[in-house]
């Protein structure tokens, strides 16, 4: 998993790349701990680039959703492939984590 950071504003944005599963975790947390001290409202995952996901990239989003959630940082995924897409839905995390297929604030930087 390939992971790049990018400010807008306050929002954290991440553009990943590759399988998200149970490795996806360090390169996630490496590129947001490269933010800490900087006011952060909102991370935005693009997964675009996200080839597939497994039940422990599940949970490590939900991990993640959670961790954000107690710092008051909102959580969206954007632009999933349908299958990953499909697994978050069935999994659930569609109902608690925001997942759009487009966001214009992150057109914008890419």
């Known amino acids: 998993m390939l992971v790049r950071a990018r ?16 490795f996806g ?3 996630v947390e490496t590129a947001l701990a490269a933010g800490e001290g900087r006011p952060c ?8 680039r ?3 996901m497994d039940s422990a990239g599940i949970g ?3 991990l993640l959703y959670h961790s954000l959630r107690r710092k008051d940082i909102a959580l969206t995924v954007i632009n999933p ?17 925001p997942i759009m297929q487009e966001n214009p604030e992150v057109r914008s930087v890419a």
């Open 60 to 62: 490590r989003l939900l």
């Open 25 to 27: 975790r360090v390169p």
């Open 81 to 97: 492939k349908p299958s990953v897409e499909a697994l978050l839905d069935l999994a659930g995390l569609a109902t608690i984590i």
């Open 7 to 22: 400010w807008e504003n306050e929002t954290r944005i991440l553009m990943l790349s590759g399988r998200f599963d149970k």
């Open 41 to 48: 409202h909102h991370v935005v995952m693009d997964f675009s």
């Open 50 to 52: 996200v080839s597939s």
